[in-house]
């Protein structure tokens, strides 16, 4: 808990170097707890296996992966993914190693991952009150969601806020499920993220994110997101969340280092 990974100055996004090293590794973990931790310029973030809860942590610049877990037999509630930011990963946000790795992932903020920000591999994954910002879709997120293995509805995907910028030069949000790609409307006429919306959350540039607003003030995201809170969700639909309330906000993380 609460330490700072810093890796090789050189390895970062689309800049590998030989060897795999990663910022936390832990195997056949039985209730591990991750926490607190800023990692970066690392291969993976972490590469884990096991049950574990992985909290609050800052992961960024990374040549591969932000969290990957490694392949295994899991359920949603073996491994639990809350509160975490994902930023300039060179590959995906969340990848999981096969198709029986389940994993439980809301309330975490994805800023501009190169590939995929979310790949789920096993039906009853679950991904909820996440936010997902890509400012460039030239340069990060291939797509949005990939269900790779399973179609999407396999799985519970809702209650998220996508966003890309004006530069991005795509038409919307992009998904895959299985082998077909959606725009947000198709995407959620197959039944996936029927209650999620596309917000401009106002993530700050690279070298300036810290302390910057979320959403909007006076943005209204209506009665959907008073669903599926953390039992400590305090602040109002329309307010700017204090520091105190911003790591238990209702959709995404916090807004600055841990």
Not at 65 to 84: P, R, S, V, Y
Not at 130 to 151: K, Q, V
Request: aromatic residues 10%.
């Amino acid at each position: 808990m609460n330490n700072l990974l810093y890796g090789f100055p050189d390895l970062e996004s689309g800049n590998a170097i030989s060897g795999d090293r990663n910022g936390i590794i832990f195997q056949a973990c039985t209730n591990c707890l991750i926490q607190g931790n800023e990692i970066s310029h690392v291969d993976h973030g972490t590469a884990l296996s096991g049950t574990m809860d992985i909290k609050y942590n800052y992961i960024h610049n990374t040549n591969d992966d932000c969290i990957f877990i490694l392949g295994g037999t899991t359920t949603a509630a073996d491994i639990k993914i809350i509160g975490n930011v994902c930023a300039y990963n060179g590959n995906n946000g969340l990848d999981a190693g096969g198709s029986i790795t389940q994993y439980y992932a809301a309330n975490n903020t994805f800023i501009d991952i190169y590939d995929s920000p979310i790949l789920i591999t096993a039906a009853g994954t679950v991904v909820l009150n996440n936010i997902i910002y890509i400012s460039a879709f030239g340069e990060a997120g291939e797509h949005l969601i990939w269900a790779s293995n399973y179609p999407v509805t396999d799985s519970t995907v809702d209650y998220n806020i996508y966003y890309l910028g004006t530069d991005s030069g795509g038409s919307g949000p992009d998904f895959l499920s299985l082998s077909t790609e959606y725009n947000f409307t198709g995407w959620q006429a197959l039944g996936a993220d029927t209650n999620s919306e596309i917000i401009d959350p106002h993530i700050a540039p690279t070298g300036k994110w810290t302390g910057q607003t979320i959403l909007p003030q006076g943005s209204d995201l209506s009665n959907i997101f008073t669903q599926l809170l953390s039992q400590e969700a305090i602040w109002s639909v329309g307010n700017v969340p204090s520091l105190q309330e911003i790591s238990i906000w209702k959709a995404g993380a916090f807004t600055g280092k841990p």
